[in-house]
């Protein structure tokens, strides 16, 4: 009669599954799959733990575990009675089993953050001149702010604070650019020659003073806002 690592052996082999993707499938190490192979269990854990991988190693098969359970015990002389350890791997073509959903849920929450900070920096990379096309989800630019009157500081100062997660975009008269996500509570000031231009992937979340003067709200919550000029242009004030 096989031993039950022979046993083990030979359900893989006879579907062509190496151990490699066994080990992935059951979430067992290799090399602890390579000791159950050889009837090396002092090479593994408890009994308690050295069933569940016998277990786990049959049901990626599509096999029951009664047999191979059956040799581990004739083999160590353990009594029939089994723990209750549960694992729950369900059996697919070749063996591959499928993530344990509390990894997908957890690998699958990170994976949407980072996607969303990547998507919205996609969203607004380029060259910043206007576009002739406006997506359906920009918001009007808000009421322009003006100018400073003859006497204010020569050299505009603007600040930005995040009430919520915003990402933005801020161009100097000088053609250097600044982006990036700000968390909410972050506060940021730039200083150009005589103006800016903002891209704002949040209205409604982001406050803005220049020079000391608070400037009015940029627009709603979720509101995308492309190529603000801060302060606006009025004819007087062009070159």
């Known amino acids: 009669m096989q031993t039950v690592g022979a046993y083990l052996r030979e359900l ?8 490699e993707e066994l080990a992935r499938t059951t979430r067992v190490g290799q090399g602890y799959l390579q000791a159950m192979e ?3 269990f002092n090479q593994l854990p408890a009994p308690v733990f050295t069933k569940g991988f016998i277990r786990a190693y049959c049901l990626a098969l599509g096999e029951p575990a009664d047999e191979a359970l059956s040799r581990y015990r004739e083999l160590t002389g353990s009594a029939p009675a089994e723990p209750a350890l549960t694992l729950t791997i369900r059996p697919k073509a070749r063996g591959r089993g499928p993530v ?7 690998l ?3 994976l949407g953050l980072f996607l969303l900070t990547l998507g919205l920096q996609g969203r607004f990379k380029g060259p910043s001149t206007p576009q002739r096309a406006t997506p359906a989800a920009v918001k009007s630019p808000p ?3 003006r100018a400073p009157a003859q006497g204010e500081p020569s050299r505009a100062r603007l600040v930005a604070r995040a009430t919520e ?7 100097m ?3 250097s650019v600044v982006q990036e996500l700000l968390p909410a509570g972050a506060t940021r000031e730039w200083v150009s020659n005589r103006r800016f231009v903002l891209t704002v992937g949040n209205a409604g979340g982001l406050v803005l003073e220049l020079n000391g003067q608070p400037i009015p709200p940029l627009g ?7 190529n603000l000029v801060i302060p606006a242009e009025t004819e007087g004030s062009k070159p």
Not at 12 to 19: F, I, N
Not at 165 to 171: A, G, H, K, L
């Open 12 to 19: 893989r082999t006879a579907r062509g599954v190496s151990l």
């Open 38 to 40: 050889a009837d090396g």
């Open 100 to 106: 344990l959903v509390s990894l997908v849920l957890l």
């Open 143 to 145: 009421a322009p702010v």
């Open 220 to 226: 709603a919550r979720g509101a995308v806002i492309q």
């Open 108 to 110: 699958g929450l990170g």
């Open 173 to 175: 008269d000088d053609g």
């Open 165 to 171: 997660p915003t990402w933005v975009r801020v161009q």
